[in-house]
């Protein structure tokens, strides 16, 4: 599904953090927004996830409008996300944090009494392989690395029913052969037609991996297109790259 932003606003006191803002993300695609810091990139992403209420403008989920809907009630229409701070609970397993996301609705909660163990335990091990966390299923999220914690979180986030995968700076402050993986695991899932779309800082990740970019400056869209026109984009250099 289709997701559109039109003219939204979001203050914190004075401070515009979003201002006008409109952007349509398409069904299918890995749509990549960039921009420097304090641009609006995860207050955006706040709004769309509802955590973030929006002062004005509108959000529209396909064919449903969003705006003011909870958070729980846009989760379940098919957004998913990851965080640039890795959110996870510290006293559960990895097996525990994967099945919390496959259940996304009360009806689903019922379902999975009566489903059996092996049919659960068979799904997390394919999302886990997918994202090539190989650890067991008993290990506690303390237990882990920050590099396998971030793959962690993108694995509860592929794990919960969507229609749409948002994720914020995913190779944030991980090594290069992991943030190479990282990669390949977006690839696949974008074969696997998935709608994509990710806030990320690295230049040279985002240019290989989205066919279309955003850019933000100051809370609103300044640009956007392929990878190849921003690159040459004086606006995007000017605001972005500091050229």
Known sequence: MNLDVSNVKKSFGGVKALDKCSLSVEQGKITAIIGPNGSGKTTLFNVISRLLPVDTGKL???????TLLDDYQVSRL???????????????????????????????????????????????????????????????????SYGQRKLLDLAIAIAKPHSLLMLDEPVAGVNPVLRERIKEIIKTLHKRGETILVIEHDMNFVMDLAQHIIVMDAGSVIAQGKPRDIQNNKQVLDAYLGE
């Not at 529209?60 to 969003?66: C, K, N, P, S, Y």
């Not at 049919?119 to 999220?141: D, M």
């Open 78 to 144: 098919g957004i998913s996300r990851t965080f640039q701070d890795v959110r996870l609970f510290e006293n559960l397993t990895i097996r525990d944090h994967i099945e919390i996301a496959l259940l996304n609705t009360d009806e689903s909660l019922l379902k999975s009494m009566f489903r059996p163990q092996r049919v659960v335990v068979k799904r997390v091990k394919e999302i886990l392989s997918l994202v090539g966390l190989n650890k067991p299923l008993s290990t506690f999220a303390t237990d882990l």
């Open 60 to 66: 529209v989920f396909g064919t449903e409008e969003i």
